[in-house]
């Protein structure tokens, strides 16, 4: 038992990242499979508002759980939240030339490409946010 707390302590930032940023994707592909199934909203718009509400859980959960950042003056938490953004814009790119590239041109079904998307900016917006973002200082 002392094993796997010693081994839980020192992969918390790891293991409490997959837990929220597997809820994070779960608002992602729900929010998604909303607005482009059953809205009729294109899909690469509803990837868009997909991302903005699942960015916004995933700032609050990886400062206050997942990192725990300790930033609570103004100019720190905008330095993290405006990275946090700029880089989740990035990866947000990334989540756009893969869903074009698998809707638009190989023709495959919306959901299950975001599916497969996913996972790839899960893992780009961890090594984001581990080594840009909440770094200690």
Known sequence: MKKI?????AHYALI????FGGLTTLINII????FQSYLGVNY?????????VSVVFAFVTNK???FGSKNVNFSGF?????SFFGFRILSLVIDQLIMTI???VLHLDAALVKLFDQVFIVLINYVFSKLFIFKKS
């Open 16 to 19: 409490s990242y997959l837990i």
């Open 44 to 52: 690469q718009f509803a990837n868009v508002i997909a991302w903005f």
């Open 31 to 34: 929010t998604f499979v909303i």
């Open 78 to 82: 905008m330095r993290e939240i405006l």
């Open 64 to 66: 206050l759980w997942v």
């Open 5 to 9: 707390n010693e081994l839980f302590r």
């Open 102 to 104: 698998g809707v638009s």
